[in-house]
């Protein structure tokens, strides 16, 4: 009898804890998303990521980017309380990204460079973060947009696809 009793108390016990464990997984969501890397990525999407960084990169600066035709970027960056700034680069494949750590403001600036050459022109600013795994991110991105306007790409495209696929 004091068995049956045990077990009584222990099954009591389980169905709490068992709607406890279901509610857990409450908010989730049923599939994880697919992660597509930045190689595999058409123009369109990476510049889809890049404007996801640019929103959360700063708290007080707020990032965007376009691509258009003959990959012509659009950079707009606005300051909190301040109106949008834009600029327009031509970007080519013999231009480079520089990141360097701002001490000061402890940000990670990415600049659009002339060359990869040590000397070269900064052209502008494309983004400020205080997360250095998104101004890596952004990084790789801004390099993959130059590299696939370089191969005469169209904004949706990658190299080795033609524009209909």
Request: hydrophobic share 45%.
């Amino acid at each position: 009898m004091a068995r049956r009793s045990e077990l009584v108390l222990a099954a009591l016990l389980l169905v709490p804890l068992s709607f406890t464990l279901q509610a857990c997984s409450d908010g989730y969501p049923d599939e994880d998303a697919v992660l597509i890397s930045p190689f595999d990525m058409r123009n369109e999407q990476r510049i889809e990521a890049l404007n996801q960084i640019g929103a959360r990169a700063h708290r007080e600066q707020h990032w965007h980017f376009e691509l258009a035709e003959a990959c012509q970027l659009t950079v707009s960056h606005r300051r909190q309380g301040s109106r949008a700034q834009a600029r327009e680069l031509r970007l080519e494949r013999s231009m480079d990204i520089e990141m360097v750590f701002d001490k000061q403001n402890e940000t990670f600036d990415l600049h659009l460079m002339a060359s990869a050459d040590a000397d070269a022109e900064r052209l502008a600013p494309l983004l400020i973060s205080t997360a250095w795994t998104e101004a890596v991110q952004a990084d790789l991105l801004l390099q993959l947009l130059m590299r696939d306007c370089a191969a005469g790409s169209a904004s949706d495209t990658r190299p080795g696809q033609n524009a209909a696929a």
